[in-house]
């Protein structure tokens, strides 16, 4: 229990950092970021070192670094949207970790399409954004969605087989 409680600190860290590191503004004043690899893969090894609970283990990494930057990065208006986005994000991948094949994969997708339709939602309802700058970060948020997936299953693939249990 005491190195997945070490683990857990560290990949909140290296959420936020990697959330931070590259960021490219979109229209809502929000950013479009490489954090969500970050994410996936914390998911990823953080349910895979746990034995229960995983989905909490993956959506505090998750959610908890990925709204430290918002609040570090000064779009702090934004960090509790992204708490549960990103969270939701983890929980989800952290409950893939032990899936195989198809399973993984549904519950990997399902984890960055309820990343997205958090934002969606979130935004849609603030009126200094609303429906219109809503509609205009879907494909910039499906594209950060993807991506991550792609990068966070890379790099925990990478993980395994630097690091076998």
């Known amino acids: 229990m005491k190195n997945i409680k070490i683990a ?91 899936r195989h094949k198809f399973s993984r994969w549904v519950l990997l997708l399902l984890g960055g399409a309820s990343m997205v339709a958090t934002y969606f939602i979130a935004e849609a309802c603030m009126p200094n954004i609303g429906l219109q700058g809503a509609v205009s970060e879907l494909i910039p948020n499906l594209i950060q969605a993807g991506g991550g997936i792609a990068g966070g299953v890379l790099a925990f693939t990478a993980y395994k087989k630097i690091v076998r249990d």
């Open 8 to 98: 857990f600190v560290a990949l909140i860290v290296v959420v936020a950092l990697i959330t931070l590191f590259i960021r490219i503004p979109l229209p809502s004043r929000g950013y479009f970021n490489f954090g969500d690899v970050a994410v996936v893969f914390s998911g990823l090894v953080l349910g895979s070192l746990a034995r229960t609970k995983n989905f909490w283990w993956g959506a505090g990494a998750g959610g908890i670094g990925s709204a430290l930057a918002d609040i570090i990065g000064g779009f702090g208006m934004f960090a509790p949207i992204t708490l549960v986005a990103k969270g939701l994000e983890g929980g989800f991948c952290a409950l893939s970790s032990s």
